[in-house]
Structure formats: structure tokens, C-alpha cells
Nanobody, 124 residues
Framework: VQLQASGGGLVQAGGSLRLSCATS????????MGWFRQAPGKEREFVAG????????RYADSVKGRFTISRDNTKNTVYLQMNGLKPEDTAVYYC??????????????????WGQGTQVTVSS
């Protein structure tokens, strides 16, 4: 399974970005997906996750109400819509996939496959 994240960039505070993560592999529709981020000098942290049932989503408290995770199983792609961006959202964002039929999780150690990361920078 390969994951390719894209959509990062530089945006002013209050702006929006949409990240995409295209995946290869035949098990995408039955794999939970997640977004994590890592800021300089900080540990990687969970941002959002979506189960393979599409309606099962979960978010870090810091992004609830601002970020939305979604997936399109016909395109093997998961998205992260980020609105109301803040400077503290600045980080490298990684998408990740669990093994087949793994449940929605906020723990990095539960994910088996990782993308290369895309940089998001929010200026004040």
C-alpha cells in the first residue's frame, strides 16, 4: 500500500486548505484512514480519523469544528478539509492507513502505512 499526500501550502490565519491522500492497494475501502501532524520540536499527533464505514469519524479536540475528514472509495482517496486555520496548525501533515478491517483509531501505532507528508504553514 502506498500513500501520496498533497495539498499543503502557505496560507494566512483564517484561511482554508484541503489535503488529499491518494492510495494504492485493493483494500482501501475496508481500511480506516487517519491524518496526523508533526510540528518542529514536537511529537506527532493525531488530527482526524475515518473508518471504512465512512460515517465513523473522530477528531482531535484542537481541530473539532474546523477540520473535516472524508473519503471517496471510488477514487481511493481521503481528504482533510481545513478551515479557520491558525498559526498553531503549522506542521507537516501525514496520512496513514490501517490494515484491512482495522477500526478507526487516534493512535499512531495502530496505523500500518504512512505517506510522505505535506507541509502546512499558517502565517499570522
Amino acid at each position: 500500500v502506498q500513500l501520496q499526500a498533497s495539498g499543503g501550502g502557505l496560507v494566512q490565519a483564517g484561511g482554508s486548505l484541503r489535503l488529499s491522500c491518494a492510495t494504492s492497494g485493493r483494500t482501501f475501502s475496508s481500511s480506516a484512514m487517519g491524518w496526523f501532524r508533526q510540528a518542529p520540536g514536537k511529537e506527532r499527533e493525531f488530527v482526524a480519523g475515518i473508518g471504512w464505514s465512512l460515517i465513523n469519524t473522530r477528531y482531535a479536540d484542537s481541530v473539532k469544528g474546523r477540520f473535516t475528514i472524508s473519503r471517496d472509495n471510488t477514487k481511493n482517496t481521503v481528504y482533510l478539509q481545513m478551515n479557520g486555520l491558525k498559526p498553531e496548525d503549522t506542521a507537516v501533515y501525514y496520512c496513514a492507513a490501517r490494515g484491512q478491517y482495522g477500526g478507526n483509531s487516534n493512535r499512531a501505532e495502530d496505523y500500518d502505512y504512512w505517506g510522505q507528508g505535506t507541509q502546512v504553514t499558517v502565517s499570522s
